[in-house]
Every structure is written in C-alpha cells, then in structure tokens.
C-alpha cells in the first residue's frame, strides 16, 4: 500500500501544475477578453497575391 | 445576409453600404458616397487591406461628416497629455490605448490588428471588441502619437480621447483576486475532499493509522492558502464594520472560519480525530462563487463618469489671430478661443461672434439647438452648429455653471448611509443569537463534563456558520441583476436592488425622460398643404440633418419626392431650394422674412415661404412618450410622485391632462434647484428614486437614494448614477419596480429556509453530537439547497410580471 503515498505526490503535484497554469493564463489577460478571440480566429491569414490595382471582387457583392 | 442585385437597383456605397444619391464616386467599378469613404478605400487598396471588405458587407462608418480640418490633433504634441495618455513607454516603443465607438464588426477588428500594414511604426495592435478599445503599440521614432491618431482617424476609426483616460488598465472586466481567491479555495477543496472521504468511510482502518495521520496533515496544510489566503477579504470586510461598531454579513462568516478552523487543529492534533478542514475548504469555494456571480454584470458600463470625461482635451485658442491648439488645462480666464461646427465649449464663455447657434442636448436632453447673440453667456457643454465662433472665456473649465455641482457636496460622500442592506440586519441578530445559545451550551455543559462543553460551544459557531444565509442574498441580487439586464436596465452593483425595493417616492425629469425627442407634436398651421408642396418640402428636409427637419420629415409621412435644385443649407437659420423657378424657403423667421406673429410660446416654430409669399408655419412640440401616462398612472396608486422640469411653466395644462392629477409639477428648476429638491425630500424621511438624463440631472441622481440615468444608447453617454435604463423600456418601471420588492421576500423566505438548517444543526451541536460527516453534509446541502430556491423563485416570479420570457433559454 505504500505507493499510496506516491500516489498522493504525483496527484498533488499535478493539480498543483493545473493551479499554477491557470494562475499563468490569467495573468496574460486569456479571461479579460473573452469574445474577439472567437471573431479573429475566423480570419484568413495573409494573402498577398491580390494586386493593388484590381482588388479581387468581394463575395458579398454576388 | 446576402443581398440580391435585382432587388437593390439603387447604387450603394461600398464602403458605408449607404445610397449614393448626390455623389457617386467611381474607382475600381466601386461606387462611394462621398469622398470620405473613397479616401478610406484609397488608403486600404493602396496598403493591400482589401480585405477588410471581405469579412463583413459594407463594414465602414460613412465618412460624410469628418471632420477634416488638420490641425485638431495638434494638442497631442503636448508632453503633459502624451503622458497622460500612454500606458507604457520605453525607448523603443510605446504603448497606448483607445477607445473607438465606430468598432461594430469583424471588418473592424480584422484592419485595426493589420495596422501595421499601413504604417511599419505600429509594431502590435489588437482589439477588445466588447469594450471597444484598441491596445497598440508603436515605435515613436517612426509615428507620433498625433500621426498615429490621424491615421487612425483618415481610416474612419478616429479615437474619443478624453481627460479621464488616464491609466489604461485599472477597469478590467472583473476582479482578478476574486478569481484566484476562488481559484486556490476550488484546489484545496477538491483536494481535501480526497483526503476527507476514506474517514467518512472508515476506509482509515483499512489502509492503517499512518495514512489516517497523513490525511489529516495533508488537510491541514490545504487549508493554510484557504484561511489565510482566500478568506482574507472576509477579515477585512468584518473588521471594518466592527470598527464603526456595526454587524455586517461577513463577521457571523468570520466567526465561523475561526471556529471552523481552530477546532479542527485542536481536533487533529490534540485528540487526533479528523476535523472539518474540508467543509471549511467547501465553505469558502461556495461562498466566493456567490461572489463572484454577483459581481460578474455589467462591467463595460460605466457608472461613476464626471464631466470631465465629456469634455475635449484640447480647444483652439486664439493669439493675435494665430490658431494655436492647446490643452484645455492651460486655458485661462480671458483667452479668447474659436469653436468649430460640432464642437463644444469646454468652459463658461462670453460670445464675441455676432451670433451662434448652441445645442444643449449635452446637458438638458432638449436637442433643439438655441440661437445666441453677441455678448450673452454661453454655458460649458454646449455645442455649436454652424460656422466657427470666437468665444472669450470667463471661468475656468473647471467651475463652470455645470462643473459647479460636481462640487457639490453630495458628490463627496458615498451614499449608503440611509438603507442598511437587509442582510446586515438580520446577520446582526443572527450573530448574537449564535453567541448566546453557543454560550448557554457551554454554561449547561460545564457543570457536568468541561471538554463537552467546549466541544458543543464550537459545533454551535461551526454549524450555525451562515453559509446559506450568505449565499442567500448574492444569488438572489446576482439573479436579479441579470433578469434586470436582458429587460435593458443595468444596475450599478447589487446593494441597488434593495435600494429600489424601498424606494417611495419617485421624481421625474421632463425633458428626454417622460417626453422624447422622437415623439414630438408637428402641426401646421396656415394654408393647407396640397400634395404637391408636401412632396417638395420632404424632399427639401429629407437632404438636411438638422433635427428639426427630421421631424418634419417624419410628420409629412410617404410622400413622392420631387426635383429640386440649388438646394442649401445655412446653418442655424434654415434651407432653401428652387423648384420650377420657386424659391422654397424653410427655417426660421428672419430666414424666410416672415409676417406672421404666432402667439405661441413653447415649442419650435419653423415657418414656409415660397417665392416671398407666408404660407405658414410649423409647431413642433416635444411630445410625451406613449408610455408615459400609463405608467404614470400604475405608479400612481403605490408611490408618491414629483415631475421636475428645467422648461417654462406653459406646457403645465396640457401635461396634467394626459399624466393626471397624480404629479407634483415643479418647472424652471435648474440643475442646483433640482438637487436641492431631491434633498429637501431626503430631508423629510423619503427615500427617493430620481429618473433623469442628461447632465443637469446629475446632482439629483447622485442626491437621491436611487438615480436612474434614461439614455438612448445605453453604451454611450450617461451621467454619474446607481442605474442606466434603456429609454425605450421606460414603462418597464413598475415591473422593475415591483420585481425588486418581490426579491426582498425572496430573500427572506431563503433565510428562513436556512434556518431550518440552522435549527436542525444546532439541536445536533448542543448535545454535543456533531460529527465532520453530517457537518460535511449539512453544510453544501444547506446552501445549495438555498441557492437552487433562490434561482428558481427570482426565475418564476421574473416570468409572472413578463420580464423574462420562458423560451429564452
């Protein structure tokens, strides 16, 4: 029974990692915000290829 | 979302989505109304940001009405007001944050985190949709703070910068030690309850007494960051009511802490039983969730503005006729300004122009603007229309007619001196009955056996700690402040709610409150109009924003628009245009020369020539809301009411009429005298509810017991107050009204409810008979129980007076 006392570290010390981590994302501001994130990860990344003089006609318009 | 072409023949903007009637600008086969939103697209195609277009249809403001003189930003040069305005600056970069209204979609968000692509000075930008701000940060050797905002404005995003923008980070969305409070008590918790549940079990037999003494150690040093970490808030809170020698909720909790806590040491390492550390962990982690849901509402309104926030940071003064942009706090008394189209007079002034035409809506809700001659005195906040006035000032920005009431006393003290929050009360009596049944147990003990006694006084604090009476009054408010949300009436902070539920007296404002803008009376008196010049004179009001003619247009109803040509606008007098030959003239009598002598007093006269000839006027009364006597009416029969009103008396007849006998008028009060009002009612022993807008009203808000602000957007401009409500809920009052009066019996029948409790555990505890397993039930039952009630019942009774509806989620 003795590797209940393992056990018990290795759980502890996990949570306590979880603890930390949440501590961590909180300080980098992850809850202060909690809708943009959801709009600009639907942005395509950056497309350069359009040329400047005859931009690519948006979809919208058809 | 999609429009069809068929269905839209008109030729739209691409940039603002708005039609292109007198303008229609073509590049790249795009069309634009103007040559604002051209010059947006400009910047953007020259920059590859075309894009922006992709992530939302026609996502830009229309650019009609920029500002476009050059020079207004040129106060951002000052040292003083960079410093004020950045948040971080090193020697390579500096930081700064925005506030920008026009942010309204993905477009948005999507070219203002591209900025970089338009100027390499921007190192980093990003967004805040919610509260509409931009964070960025720059390389001030490449972009200066003044270029950097008129690039922010040439794309259409032009900052609001103000003088109270100091320091960007201290209003965040909620408290984030109140978060890791909550955070550390969840861990210990969760933990101790692990190491809790092979004692209630009699698994400890099992595994062998060394484990049992290791479990409880564990438990001990998990309830370290619990106790002194995580309660810490609640020592404060109750220390400091029992310094002015009061009982609030959280010394009874305190109390419990305590006993909870020294108990179980005793416990663990004296007698070598397991103790109650887990229900303390439990105790604390429900109690900061009550917290935290009673404080996560409406952060991104803001409650607690001054003056100051409405008020430019800069104003162009001028010195032997050369323009200079200066800060407003260096202005003077005797500096002589000028004061362009839409701008506002930061500070009392004398005109020196021959005349100006002054928009007090800033400040009375009336939106009709004032005609000023030369000399008379024009008052901080208004606002000019028309051409650019020369103004001399005569107090400084800081003790204007208007800025006087924030000196006001009652803007110095906090407010909640008169209401004791119910649960203080009962906590006070509660705190006492605990300490005297606990010191009755240990009295009756300890004839017979000492060790009892101490064991049944500390069971009597630990089970009659108040978890469910504690929890009882932040769901319940919590609750409400959400149901009082989604009905548009957002609360300044919980205590409110029972604020409102006291309330018996209630004071109107006139202007904007019971009576709107959008409800004004139009009649025409003189000649019939034939349909013909109905269609003419909507075609001539429909091409100016002055809202005057807004409301005329909106009197004329649906009729064909005509052709007219040489149409013009001159500001503060009228518009004019010819038709078939005809000079149309419409605006005021001087304007349109006139002979009619109206022998009316109140409302806006706006009079109708055609080549020469009188064919009359039109009367335009500010009009009452629809909803307005109705409701007057229902709050009629419970409270006492007052109507105040900055306006002449004349309109006195007709508003009794249609509100009833019911109101107390009271007219010609200034802002000073609406205050002193609120207070003389205080005085006899009411307690108050103002509603109000606009910035004459603010010394009353803030005097009352409970200030309402009435805004039409709620996001944008309200007066120092304890509550915003959404103009066109105004009639929701009564239901707002008597929903907080029926929280408070809510709130009574939990603290009944956990009493109950309170009296099933406290039978158990004076005999002595209290063991951790039934503490460790009794306790989360108790309170969740409570809290499940709460919830419910505010739901239910929500739902009966139609506040919420049941299929919303």
């Known amino acids: 029974m003795e590797v209940i006392f393992l056990l018990i570290g290795v759980s502890l010390i996990l949570a306590g990692t979880f603890l930390y981590l949440f501590f961590k994302a909180m300080k980098d501001g992850q809850f202060d915000d909690d809708y943009t994130p959801s709009v600009r990860i639907l942005f395509n990344s950056q497309q350069k290829k359009e040329k400047k003089d005859q931009p690519t006609k948006p979809k919208s318009y058809e | ?809």
């Open chain 2, 1 to 809: 979302m999609k429009v069809s072409p068929i269905a839209n023949s008109e030729v739209k903007c691409y940039h603002c989505g708005e039609e292109c009637k007198e303008l229609n600008l073509k590049i790249d086969n795009k069309n634009f109304c103007c040559q604002g939103c051209k010059l947006v697209y400009e910047v953007l195609a020259e920059n590859d940001l075309c894009n922006y277009y992709e992530q939302e249809e026609f996502p830009g403001e229309n650019q009609k009405f920029k500002n476009s003189r050059t020079n207004r930003f040129d106060y951002l040069k000052d040292d003083g007001i960079q410093n004020q305005l950045l948040d971080f600056k090193s020697d390579l970069e500096s930081h700064v944050s925005f506030y920008i209204p026009q942010i309204h979609c993905a477009s948005c968000i999507w070219l203002l985190e591209n900025l970089i692509q338009i100027h390499s000075g921007v190192i980093n930008s990003r967004v805040d949709f919610i509260k509409k701000k931009v964070q960025i940060k720059f390389d001030h050797h490449k972009i200066t703070l003044k270029e950097l905002v008129s690039l922010l404005s040439t794309i259409g995003y032009e900052p609001k910068i103000s003088l109270s923008d100091k320091g960007g980070e201290q209003n965040l969305s909620y408290d984030r030690k109140l978060i890791s409070q909550l955070a550390v008590a969840g861990f210990c918790f969760g933990n101790m309850m692990l190491f809790s549940l092979p004692e209630y079990f009699s698994e400890t037999q099992l595994l062998g007494e060394g484990f049992r003494d290791l479990f409880n150690y564990l438990n001990v040093i998990l309830s370290l960051p619990v106790v002194f970490y995580s309660a810490s808030s609640y020592y404060q809170s109750a220390w400091n009511s029992v310094k002015q020698r009061k009982i609030n909720m959280d010394v009874p909790i305190v109390l419990g802490i305590l006993a909870l806590f020294l108990y179980s040491l005793w416990e663990i390492f004296i007698s070598g039983n397991a103790g109650f550390m887990d229900s303390l962990g439990g105790l604390l982690f429900f109690l900061l969730l009550g917290k935290l849901y009673q404080q996560k509402t409406f952060a991104n309104l803001e409650f607690d503005r001054d003056y100051k926030s409405y008020f430019p940071m800069a104003v162009t003064k001028l010195n032997k006729d050369k323009e200079e942009v200066i800060p407003i706090s260096k202005l003077e008394v005797g500096d002589v300004i000028l004061i362009r189209n839409e701008e506002l007079i930061p500070a009392d002034s004398i005109l020196l122009s021959e005349n100006a035409n002054i928009d007090y809506s800033f400040v009375t809700g009336e939106e009709i603007p004032v005609p000023k001659q030369k000399r008379e005195v024009i008052y901080a906040g208004g606002r000019q229309f028309g051409n650019p006035i020369i103004l001399t000032i005569q107090k400084s920005p800081s003790q204007g007619y208007l800025t006087d009431l924030w000196n006001s006393e009652c803007f110095e003290k906090e407010k909640n001196g008169l209401l004791e929050p119910l649960a203080n009360k009962v906590s006070g009596i509660f705190t006492w009955a605990v300490l005297s049944i606990a010191f009755i147990a240990f009295t009756f003990w300890s004839f017979q056996d000492l060790s009892l006694a101490v064991k049944s006084f500390t069971s009597v604090l630990i089970v009659a700690c108040p978890c469910a009476l504690a929890m009882s009054t932040p769901f319940t408010l919590g609750n409400t402040l959400r149901i009082f949300g989604k009905g548009k009436f957002y609360l300044k902070n919980a205590s409110v709610v029972e604020k409102l539920a006291q309330v018996d007296t209630i004071v109107f404002d006139k202007t904007g409150t019971l009576t709107s803008p959008a409800h004004a009376q139009i009649e025409f008196i003189g000649e019939e109009l034939t349909e013909q010049t109905k269609s003419i004179l909507k075609s001539l009001v429909s091409k100016s924003s002055h809202p005057l003619s807004n409301r005329i247009n909106y009197f004329l109803g649906d009729v064909n628009l005509e052709k007219i040509s040489e149409f013009k606008e001159l500001k503060g007098e009228g518009v004019q245009a010819n038709f078939h030959g005809e000079q149309i003239k419409l605006g005021s009598k001087e304007f349109t020369g006139s002979h009619l002598f109206p022998t009316i007093e109140d409302g806006n006269l706006v009079f109708l020539s055609i080549s020469g000839q009188d064919l009359g006027y039109f009367y335009i009364k500010s009009g009452l809301r629809e909803s307005a006597p109705n409701m007057i009416q229902q709050l009629g029969h419970e409270y006492e009411l007052h109507l105040l009103s900055g306006d002449h008396s004349h309109e006195q007849v007709s508003l009794r009429e249609k509100l009833g006998q019911v109101l107390k008028f009271n007219f010609n009060q200034s802002p000073s005298d609406k205050l002193q009002y609120l207070k003389s009612l205080n005085n006899k022993g009411k307690h108050t509810l103002m509603v109000g807008d606009g910035l004459n009203d603010a010394g009353a808000l803030k005097e009352s017991e409970v200030g309402i602000a009435v805004t039409e957007q709620v996001s944008h401009f309200s007066p120092a107050s304890d509550a915003i409500l959404d103009a066109s809920v105004i009639y929701k009052i009564p239901a707002f009204l008597s929903f907080a009066k029926a929280n408070r019996n809510i709130i009574k029948m939990s603290f009944l409810l956990s009493f109950a409790y309170n009296i099933i555990g406290l039978s158990l505890a004076v005999q002595g008979f209290l063991s951790p397993v039934i503490c460790a039930i009794l306790m989360p039952l108790s309170s969740i129980s409570v809290v499940v009630f709460t919830t419910i019942s505010t739901n239910f009774i929500a739902m009966r007076k139609g506040l919420i509806k049941l299929n919303q989620n």
